[in-house]
């Protein structure tokens, strides 16, 4: 093979990896806001969940009247029991209640009690004065039930439980075992439906002004979606695969010159 030819297919080929490499800068998260990595206003101000149509509450009554225990809780199952899974689903789902469009959850005994628009903290105090004029009680423990949120593409796609009452980005990346070497971490969008209807949110998870913006903290039925790097196609990541793919693009051009040229 004339040398001119060879030399064009190893610039073809070596041109190739240097535009499909993919480096530290494209992975790495909170990373210094330069280098394209964008800056994000200061708006974090996390504020407490409040209740919606459709959540989940699972309400636990204690009682001195062990009749009272019973009715709201049944026979021998505690919340700490059902609510970490060594309990009964069926008990758990019979003592959960969910909020109706109305705005309320029909409480045994008491009727609808309004929790819509409330935090978890609040709602538990309207519990608790809706049940204490009319029964023996201690105290009441309510709790947000079936919490998650949902990761879509990239191979990493799935469904997650929040395990506490908030749950940020990097504990939802490494809860799903982070987003994997092509997933491109500078369009991260994130669906999220609140009062104002379904929102999405794009932002780049590289750049650590991320811990200080309105994209830090998850909510509830939060979709993460994921796509991945446009070098994906002829992405390496390490320089043993960087040799590889060159002598392997050099010999495969090698053949095709010699099929077609010669």
Known sequence: MPKPYIQLLFVIALTLQLTSCITTHQLNYLQPTKNFIPAYKDTFSYRDYRLKEGDRLFV???SMD?????LFNGSGNSSSQMLTGSGSND????????VQSNG?????????IKVVGYTIREAKTIVENAIKPMLKVSSVDVRMVGRSFSIIGSGKSGRFPFPREKVNIFQAIALAGDFGTFVDRSKIRILRVNGKGNQIKSFDIRSKDIINSEFYYLEPDDV????PMSEQFFGVSTLWMAVSTIVTSYSFGVILFKIFVK
């Open 104 to 112: 309320s959850i029909q409480f045994p005994v008491i009727g609808e």
């Open 91 to 98: 008990n758990m789902d019979l003592y959960t209640y969910t």
């Open 60 to 62: 636990q009554v204690y």
């Open 66 to 70: 062990d009749k009272t225990n019973v």
């Open 224 to 227: 993460i979606f994921l796509q």
